[in-house]
């Protein structure tokens, strides 16, 4: 069966650490993946996408690896802040089934002063 | 601009009623997907519209939910004779096309059914 798997545990961190998320897929062929970012009662916002034949991508203080051999994506928030506190999922689209986003649970961060 | 705008923000409704949650995309936006998020998991999809139809209905639970999107832009996912395990949140989402690949989402709606 398909599955998407996040670190189901928070990943508490001191503020100006980098922070490391785990997203492991199975039975999928992804075209992409792109990560989101939810904040309690709020829906998810988009932060970032890569392509399967790329290999990393950034955006500020933020860095996705995706590695379709191990079928893993890396997602990294360097010198983070308590501002980044928040909910990250991830979501994968196949090839398959354009449009479709397939999300995983997600995991918590929580940057402490 | 406006974000992707849901009403109710909250419905609180009993066992066998029926609900109707609205979603206004963004304008301008063709694409429009349903999904459903539990306590603690990811948002699960429901549906997506390319325009007016259906593009993809396939994580309809059930013949109980339905969804229209009669004129390309508001939508309504409706759901009949309600289950204590319908109780979620209901999110919303819009992008430009269904090619484009960010999704842009509400603040969902939040269905309790007692």
């Known amino acids: 069966s398909q599955k998407i798997e996040q670190n189901s545990e928070a990943l508490n961190i001191q503020e100006g650490k980098t922070a490391t998320l785990t997203c492991n897929y199975t039975?999928?062929?992804?075209?992409?993946l792109q990560w989101y970012r939810q904040d309690p009662g709020r829906g998810p916002v988009f932060l970032l996408l890569?392509?399967?034949?790329?290999k990393e991508k950034r955006k500020e203080r933020l860095k996705v690896t995706f590695d379709t051999t191990l079928k893993q994506s890396l997602f990294h928030i360097t010198a983070s802040q308590p501002a980044d506190s928040a909910t990250y999922l991830c979501a994968l689209v196949s090839t398959d089934s354009w449009g479709k986003l397939q999300f995983g649970a997600g995991t918590q961060v929580v940057v402490t002063p | 601009g406006a974000g992707v705008s849901q009403t109710p923000s909250n419905k609180v409704t009993e066992k066998g009623k029926y609900v109707e949650l609205r979603c206004d995309p963004i304008?301008?936006?063709?694409?429009l997907y349903w999904y459903r998020q539990s306590l603690g998991q990811g948002p699960e999809f429901l549906i997506y519209?390319?325009?007016?139809?259906?593009?993809?209905d396939s994580g309809l639970p059930n013949d109980r939910f339905f969804a229209v999107r009669p004129e390309g832009s508001v939508s309504t996912l409706k759901i009949q004779r309600t289950e204590r395990g319908d109780s979620a949140v209901y999110l919303c989402?819009?992008?430009?096309?269904?090619?484009?690949?960010?999704?842009?989402f509400g603040p969902g709606t939040r269905l309790t059914v007692l």
């Open positions: 890569i392509r399967e034949n790329e």
């Open positions: 519209f390319q325009g007016t139809g259906a593009a993809d």
């Open positions: 989402a819009s992008s430009p096309s269904s090619s484009y690949n960010e999704q842009f």
């Open positions: 304008s301008g936006h063709t694409a």
């Open positions: 039975n999928y062929s992804p075209a992409y």
